[in-house]
C-alpha cells in the first residue's frame, strides 16, 4: 500500500481545541481532509462564525452561521442519524498559500477541515444524503477551489 499518491503539502493550521468529550477526527478509522482556498481577502472570522458552537450541537436551523459552521451543524446532523462520523475540526492555514484559479503568483487563504468516519463506505453515503444536499453548494461561498482526499492514521507507541 503506497504511503503517499503525491508530492507531500506541509503547512501549519491553527486548530481549536476539542472539548473533552468530543470525538477526535485524528482518531477515526477514516478521516476526511479538505483544503478549501480562498482569496486573501476572505473574513476568516465570517466563514468560521459560530463553529464551536455548530461542533457541539445539533440545534435546528442554520440561521445566520458561517459556511464552517453550517458544515458542521449538517456533517453533525448527518453522522447523528447514521453513526457514522466521528468527529470534526478545522482551522485557517498560518501561511499564504497558491491555488490556479487565484492566478499565476498569487498567494491567498487556505482553510483546512478534518472529520472522521467509520469507513470510506460511511462517508460516500453520508454526502448522498437530503441533509448534506441543502448545505452542499453553499459550503463552498467564497472558496476559489477544494481539495479532498481520505487518510487513515495508524498511531504508533
Known sequence: MPILTGPPAVF???LP???ADAADPFKAP???CLRVYFPAEQDEKAWTKDSWVA???VAEGLGTMGMFSRFLRVRH???ANAVVSTGSNGGWS???HAHENLGEGVEGKLFAAFGGW???QAHG???KTEDFGKIKEKLGAGAVGVRVFHVMFEEYK
Request: hydrophobic letters at 40%; charged letters at 15%; aromatic letters at 0%.
Open 12 to 14: 501549519h493550521a491553527s
Open 17 to 19: 481545541p476539542l472539548k
Open 30 to 32: 477514516v478521516t476526511e
Open 55 to 57: 461542533s457541539q450541537s
Open 77 to 79: 446532523m448527518v453522522g
Open 94 to 96: 498560518i501561511e499564504g
Open 118 to 120: 467509520v469507513s470510506l
Open 125 to 127: 453515503e453520508a454526502v
